[in-house]
């Protein structure tokens, strides 16, 4: 009888470590701009991963993106670091829409996203590195949101 009540005592035990580990004793962050949380959000990368997309991210990269019916047009990113490592993006663009400051910006496990102010709106951009051979430059692939749009742009590395 006394075994069986040990038992069931160390099983109820047991049992409310994980309710308990699962608690949170820290509030969450606030993401920027009372944005809902996204999960994916927070995809870790290991530290040499995280190092290793930086490397690739930097420099000009060049090419197209359709910011209005009128057809492609070009857009251009520079990407450096600061001194303390922060990431920063400078787009420049040919056509009516113009880009400003670019903010929050960010490499995860699923590429390089960042805020990007692009003729008065507040846009998300989201971009991705395209596999390649060692004959070609590597490729970014991206879109801009702005306003319930979808921008997508395909640009090539021509500076590291």
Excluded: Y
């Excluded at 962050?29 to 490397?55: E, I, K, N, S, T």
């Excluded at 450096?80 to 400078?90: H, I, M, P, Q, Y």
């Amino acid at each position: 009888m006394i075994r069986r009540l040990v038992v069931l005592i160390a099983v109820i035990a047991g049992g409310s470590i994980p309710i308990l580990a699962q608690t949170q004793t820290q509030a969450h962050p606030q993401h920027p701009g009372d944005r809902p949380h996204d999960p994916a959000a927070h995809m870790p990368l290991d530290p040499a991963a995280h190092a290793a997309l930086h490397a690739l991210v930097h420099g000009t990269w060049s090419g197209a993106w359709s910011p209005t019916d009128a057809g492609p047009a070009k857009l251009q990113l520079a990407i450096a670091s600061e001194k303390d490592g922060r990431l920063t993006v400078k787009m420049t663009t040919d056509g009516p829409m113009k880009a400003g400051a670019a903010s929050d910006i960010a490499i995860d496990a699923h590429g390089l996203h960042w805020t990007q102010t692009l003729a008065g709106s507040s846009c998300e951009a989201a971009a991705v590195l395209e596999p390649t051979t060692h004959h070609e430059a590597e490729t970014m692939k991206g879109t801009l949101t702005c306003e319930n749009r979808d921008i997508a742009f395909v640009l090539r590395k021509t500076k590291a």
